[in-house]
């Protein structure tokens, strides 16, 4: 998908999709870097727009890792399926969806979750749901990586996690946080 195809969609659907450019190569690689995927099994992408950081993740992660890449477009997830990768499962539905989604894939708990959900145009309380679940999925040790173009709820995985990395990544447009969480209990 182009960048003005990308554009015109997000306009579409500002409030799911939150930004109405894609993640520049530099911001790919920086969540894939905070993401650490060397050594993982399941990773988790919320967020996944047309697949542009999709694409980041799946080079970066191990041969025999899978992708649950959730997306509520169905334009997005379109693009998606022109992704010829026999570790991504593509999942066109809400985030909230995704215990069910891994228990039925036969997973209880994942390595890695990736977020470009648009938490800053969520209710709070969907916010909190959707960060306290990734948090109770997460496995001792594993990573919530979050892009944001503000530190709005920045709050909320602090008081979820208990820590939290913040970086920037000024190469993209706009300038993006990148937020980590590593879940220690």
């Given at each position: 998908?182009g960048?003005?195809?990308?554009?015109?969609?997000?306009l579409?659907?500002?409030?799911?999709?939150?930004t109405?450019?894609?993640?520049?190569?530099?911001?790919?690689?920086?969540?894939?870097?905070?993401?650490?995927?060397?050594n993982?099994?399941?990773?988790?992408?919320?967020?996944?727009?047309?697949?542009?950081?999709?694409?980041h993740l799946?080079?970066?992660?191990?041969?025999d890792?899978?992708?649950?890449?959730?997306?509520i477009?169905?334009?997005?997830?379109q693009?998606?399926?022109?992704?010829?990768?026999?570790?991504?499962?593509?999942?066109?539905?809400s985030?909230e969806?995704?215990?069910?989604?891994?228990?039925?894939?036969?997973?209880?708990?994942?390595?890695?979750?990736?977020?470009a959900?648009?938490?800053?145009?969520f209710?709070?309380?969907?916010?909190q749901?959707?960060?306290?679940?990734?948090?109770?999925?997460l496995?001792?040790?594993?990573?919530f990586v979050?892009?944001h173009?503000?530190?709005?709820?920045?709050?909320?995985?602090?008081?979820?996690?208990?820590?939290?990395k913040?970086?920037?990544?000024?190469?993209n447009?706009?300038?993006?946080?990148?937020?980590t969480?590593?879940?220690?209990?």
């Open positions: 998908m960048r003005l195809a990308f554009f015109i969609e997000s579409k659907n500002i409030k799911s999709v939150g109405v450019t894609r993640s520049s190569r530099y911001l790919c690689q920086a969540v894939v870097k905070e993401a650490q995927l060397k993982t099994r399941v990773i988790v992408e919320l967020g996944a727009g047309d697949g542009v950081m999709t694409r799946l080079k970066a992660m191990p041969q890792a899978v992708l649950f890449s959730f997306e477009n169905e334009v997005f997830c693009q998606m399926s022109k992704i010829k990768d026999s570790r991504l499962r593509i999942i066109n539905d985030a969806k995704l215990p069910d989604i891994l228990e039925a894939a036969g997973f209880r708990s994942v390595d890695v979750i990736a977020s959900l648009p938490f800053s145009v209710p709070e309380q969907l916010t749901s959707i960060v306290k679940m990734s948090h109770q999925l496995k001792h040790n594993g990573r979050q892009i173009y503000s530190l709005k709820t920045r709050n909320i995985y602090q008081n979820i996690f208990g820590n939290i913040t970086s920037m990544e000024v190469r447009i706009p300038p993006a946080f990148v937020l969480c590593i879940k220690k209990d």
